[in-house]
Structures are given as structure tokens and as C-alpha cells.
């Protein structure tokens, strides 16, 4: 979980280099969708719940499939249109295994996030329900 | 004490992100000491509390001593 | 099709720049494992066909998903292990998308692509015929 | 004359990556004057031989005018 922008490069180039000698590497990268109406949006978490839940989702990775190694970046923090909220990837010597991986990890990674959410619209904050969320989330990662 | 963590909504109807109660702490003594409409929101299905990092199954049953972390978690946004 | 070292960072960090507004990126870079024998690989291609079928491949791929953009990078010349031989991106607004678009390039890069290599072993290059080939490419691709 | 383009072990076989052939040149002229164990690849299944970017269905129907580019090519051996 990372309170300030991602530098998705310079974590690509790093994961890719640790896992150079790796087959293949999958990678997904979710960003802040343009709806035209939301100026910016702030997600909070716990700490408590949300890093030992994405660190045993990585480990469940990790275990299911026969990877090299995963990455799992979030944002928490406020967030304009266009930023990277999420970052997976993983390696493995076979392209199947990182895909599925990658997929496996972005299905599972809202269950692991205790994460509310408020946008910014017309000057105001409002903070997201998950009735009116969760058709928003499939729209930006499913 | 008990620290009380307040998330998301939670924060802005407090007015505040933490604050501290008397321990031991059970699922009423919580009750009454929050904002009405947190415990209120509480006791549906879609707020939880957790416990030193634990979310509760059974909210009924918290039994938070000295030195623990009660966090006050509304409906998540997903991510 | 590229002569030189494809420099992943920088087509990632592009790519995903034009493509700033979609929500969401995936991507799968291959690279050239270490299989303890093999000290370089060679690629040559014949760029009458390759050229025209890739693009062909990533025009089919623009109009089967509905994605914002794609790119296909295919290394030609002298690699060695953990070196990239392949980088295949795809922007999209959905996730599902993104993922399939790059599955499907990649599950047809080979056949749109009239490569021959040959590998280096003991000091010595050898051409890789397909029998072999088939076997080792499906180990280090699927 | 018609460009011969050699690709794969066919440039080793060859010694060279490319030649001129006079035109016009069909498929026995190719035949009588690439190297025989070219030749006798190029007879088999796997080895194609494209006229000006187009990979040939049928070999034998070669038809290579002067100025066209002929490229032979070996099986390929994935990317």
C-alpha cells in the first residue's frame, strides 16, 4: 500500500530485472478512469488488515502457481484521472502460469482491500457506497 | 485504554480519526460510547470491527482489553 | 521487429503514457531463459512478411477487443538469457480486455512470424530446426 | 533480373545472403540453379518460397518476373 504515486517504471524495470532470468513476466496496471465528472478520488485503508491480507494473497500466488515472483502495488491516498491505482505482476519460466497469476491476484485483491473510497465531484467529497461502487469497480477492472 | 480507529465516514461523522476509551471495552459499552448513527451503522451487516488486526465474525462478541485496537471499519468501497 | 535491445522501461512507460486515460494495461514481456547450455540465440527474420503480418495481427486484435491500443515488439539478432525477445502490451477500459488481447497476440505471434534461429553451445552455432523448436518454444512461451 | 534472398541455413548453404538470378525464372530455373540440397528442401513440405512479400501456396507456380524478390525460406523455427 503506497501513500504516494506509483513510479510503475522504475518498479517494472526493477521486478523485471530481479526476475531476469524468468521466463516471462505478466503485468497489469489499473488506472484512474476519466468519467468525466470525477475531479479526483481518495482512497483510505487500514494497515492492520490491508498489508497482512496482500501479503498472504501474494503468498497464495505464489503457491498456487509455479511463479519466479509476484509484485502487488496499490494506491491509498488521493488520486486524479490517468494515475495508476494498482500494479501486479508476476514471473514464471511459463507464460500461462504469469497470466493466471496476474488474473488470480486482480480477481482476489478487492477482497483483501479494506478500502473506502470518496470522489471529489463539483468541488465536493462524497464518500462511495459500495451499492453504487462495486458497479463502478467491475467497469475499471473487470 | 482501548484506541478506537475510525475509517473512512466514520472519521468524518467522529470528527475525529482516534480517540481512546476506558478498558475493557465490550460490543455495548462501544455502542453507547460512539456516535449514534456509527453505532447505528454498526450493527448492520456491512460495517465490521476488528480487534488488534482481527476482523470480528460476531460483533456481539468484542472483548477489547487494555493496550488493544478497536477499528471502526463502514462498508468498503472495494478498490 | 527490432535489431537492438528492446528497452522495455521506456516502450512500457510510453505505451502506458499515450494510454493514459484508458483503465487498465497489460502486458506480457518474454525473455530468453537460461536453460545451463545455451550461450546466445539468433534470430533472423525475412521483414516482407514479418513486418505486414504483425501488423496485420495487431489490427485484428484492435478490432476483436475493445481496446484503446496495442503494441507488439519482437527482438531479431543476437540475445542472450534473461534478455527480452518479445513485448506485447494492450490498453484497454476493461480489464478482460486487455488480458485477452495479449493472450490472443501472443498465442498468434509465431504464426505471423517467419523467424529462424540459431543457438550458440559449446562455442558453436547450431540452426534450431522445428521439431526441436516446437518443444522449446512452447517451454519458454505457454 | 530477380533477386534471390536466402534466409535461415539457407545463407549458410548458399554462402551468401543474397544473388541475382536472370528473369524471368519459374520454379524449375530456381531448382536447376540454388544449391541442390536447397533444392531438395525446398521440395519438402516445410520450406516455403515467397515472390515480392507473398509466401507461395503452390512453389511450383513461381512465376518471378524481372525486378521481383524471391526469398526462400527454411522451416521456421518459431519466434
Redesign the interface.
Known amino acids: 500500500m503506497l501513500d504516494k504515486g506509483l513510479s ?2 522504475e518498479a ?2 526493477a521486478f ?1 530485472n530481479i526476475n ?12 484512474v ?2 468519467d468525466g465528472e470525477t475531479q479526483a478520488l481518495e ?2 485503508h ?1 494497515a ?2 490491508t498489508e ?1 491480507a496482500i501479503r498472504e494473497l501474494a503468498q497464495e500466488a505464489l503457491s498456487r502457481f509455479a511463479l519466479d515472483g509476484v509484485l502487488v502495488w ?1 494506491r491509498i491516498g488521493v488520486m486524479t ?2 494515475q495508476p ?2 500494479l501486479v505482476m508476476a514471473a514464471a ?4 502460469a ?2 493466471d497469476a ?2 488470480f491476484l ?1 480477481d482476489h ?2 477482497s483483501a ?6 470522489e471529489k465531484r463539483g468541488g465536493t467529497w462524497e ?4 451499492r453504487a ?2 458497479r ?2 467491475l ?4 | 485504554m482501548v484506541r478506537i480507529v475510525y475509517l473512512g465516514k466514520f472519521a468524518d461523522w467522529a470528527g475525529r480519526d482516534e480517540e481512546e476509551f476506558e478498558a475493557p471495552l465490550d460490543w455495548e459499552g462501544l455502542a453507547q460510547r460512539v456516535e449514534p448513527r456509527i453505532a447505528e451503522e454498526l450493527r448492520g451487516d456491512r460495517a465490521h470491527i476488528s480487534l488488534d488486526g482481527v476482523v470480528l465474525a460476531d460483533k456481539q462478541a468484542l472483548s477489547a482489553k487494555d493496550g488493544s485496537e478497536v477499528a471502526l471499519l463502514p462498508p468498503v468501497s472495494g478498490g
Chains 1, 3 share one sequence.
Not at chain 1, 113 to 118: D, I
Not at chain 1, 127 to 130: K, Q, V
Open positions: 510503475v517504471g517494472q524495470a523485471s531476469r532470468l524468468s521466463g516471462g513476466i505478466a503485468s497489469f496496471l489499473g488506472k478512469r476519466d482512497l483510505t487500514y492492520p488488515l497482512p496499490h484521472r490517468g491505482i494498482v519460466p511459463h507464460r500461462r504469469a497470466f496476474v488474473d486482480m485483491l478487492k482491500s479494506w478500502l473506502w473510497k470518496r464518500w462511495i457506497e459500495p461502487e462495486d463502478l469497480d467497469s475499471r477492472w473487470t
